[in-house]
């Protein structure tokens, strides 16, 4: 750790400040060494989401990758970060999450990522491993995500098996309601009404924080069960962003609220606290895929 001067110097010769992010920390240290890009998968069920949070009552994702990726390559875990391109919330599942970190030496990810996984958790999986670019960003670098939201709206008990993955919602809700209020979404719009801790964010960095973002297509996938599929392709999302989208949409599909509400809290940019529909839990929501380039276009 760094004693408390203004700037700490690295063993590179360059310097970072205290009041600098743990990112630019990082970024500052490791220089011009090799980045890595990995896809991961993992049940996020006993997981308090991806972020490294203190005090968590459960593991995170990115802090577990983080301690073993340290131990396997024998890094200083104070000065290792491992970004992911979405901040899964806690219960929050991922099949295509996509990170980077970088390392102070090269290594043959054909023979590192077998042994890796050996000391990772069986509810987490690192697909693939590849060199990139310093200049790659699994955040800025994206350039759509897919996420799915799945859940019973059926009023017979659902399976056990599937309660870790689907919620179920019942009492009533209409599937044509269903779908008009998840198209409500899609386009570019001011989404403050459905995302969560925007005021903390500006508060704690004292500048504006953007509310507005772009839902490339929502397609709701119905079963003869009573089983939906809602699948948002989206540039990006804010903190709850999906969730609360599905639990609005879900309120209004059961008559709680109407279909103009919903639309007008897009137009006028409410904030969240004057949407009263609660975020629809967590199991129900998997991150699919992250793409880095134009391929999301055919799904449109």
Not at 59 to 72: I, K, M
Not at 153 to 166: A, E, N, T
Not at 197 to 223: F, L, W
Request: aromatic share 8%.
């Amino acid at each position: 750790m760094c004693p408390r001067s203004p700037r700490c110097s690295l063993e590179d010769g360059s310097t970072y400040s205290k009041s600098d992010s743990p990112t630019q920390r990082y970024e500052a240290q490791i220089g011009h060494q090799q980045r890595y890009k990995c896809e991961v998968a993992y049940d996020g069920t006993y997981f308090s989401g991806w972020q490294v949070q203190r005090n968590a009552k459960h593991r995170t994702v990115a802090g577990t990758l983080e301690s073993t990726l340290c131990t396997y390559f024998s890094l200083d875990p104070a000065n290792f970060y491992v970004l992911g391109s979405s901040r899964t919330d806690s219960g929050v599942h991922a099949r295509g999450q996509v990170c980077h970190f970088t390392l102070p030496n090269p290594c043959k990810p054909e023979v590192a990522l077998p042994e890796i996984n050996k000391f990772l958790p069986q509810d987490l999986r690192i697909l693939n491993m590849e060199p990139v670019s310093m200049d790659f960003h699994a955040i800025a670098s994206s350039t759509a995500k897919l996420y799915c939201y799945r859940m019973s709206i059926s009023d017979v008990p659902q399976s056990p098996f599937k309660r870790l993955y689907r919620s179920q919602v019942q009492r009533g809700v209409d599937l044509g309601v269903l779908e008009e209020a998840v198209k409500a979404f899609e386009g570019t719009h001011d989404f403050r009404a459905f995302a969560g801790q925007v005021e903390q964010k500006q508060k704690a960095s004292g500048k504006p924080v953007s509310t507005v973002r772009t839902v490339h297509s929502v397609k709701i996938i119905p079963s003869p069960e009573g089983d939906v599929e809602i699948m948002f392709l989206l540039e990006g999302a804010l903190y709850k962003m999906v969730r609360n989208m599905v639990g609005t949409s879900v309120a209004c599909a059961r008559g709680e609220i109407g279909i103009e509400t919903l639309k007008g809290m897009l137009e006028r940019g409410l904030q969240r606290k004057e949407n009263r529909a609660k975020p629809a839990k967590p199991e129900g929501l998997t991150l699919e895929k992250v793409w880095f380039n134009e391929g999301w276009v055919d799904l449109l």
